[in-house]
């Protein structure tokens, strides 16, 4: 239940940052929901770290919602690319997350196979 609720949080404050609603919203607002946007995803981040599966079931769900969550965060970096190559401006942090998270899911399966 916390975990739904510090994702949940995130998820809003993502969409307030983005001002969807045309909200004027002064610097210093901006300021604060920064601020919560990174507790938020500290908290979420706290959860990730802890979570401990108990049987082969579990680790089975674990891996699964791992591989779904890549998938989709590396397509949406790639449909980004795409679509900002069209405008033959490609922002460099696009290509720095995805690079990173390749990079990342990488290490972590070559770390897996070596010592777990």
């Avoid at 290490?107 to 777990?116: H, Q, V």
């Amino acid at each position: 239940m916390k975990e739904l609720i510090a994702s949940t949080i995130l998820i809003v404050l993502l969409v307030l940052v983005l001002n969807p609603f045309h909200f004027w919203m002064p610097t210093n607002m901006q300021m604060i929901i920064v601020a919560g946007i990174l507790a938020a995803f500290g908290a979420v981040a706290v959860f990730v770290l802890r979570e401990r599966a108990l049987d082969e079931r579990e680790e089975t769900h674990r891996s699964f919602a791992g591989r779904w969550a890549f998938l989709a965060g590396s397509a949406l970096l790639v449909l980004a690319i795409v679509v900002q190559s069209f405008n033959h401006v490609v922002d460099p942090w696009l290509v720095v997350v995805l690079v990173a998270m390749v990079c990342a899911k990488l290490a972590a399966r070559l770390y897996g196979d070596r010592y777990l």
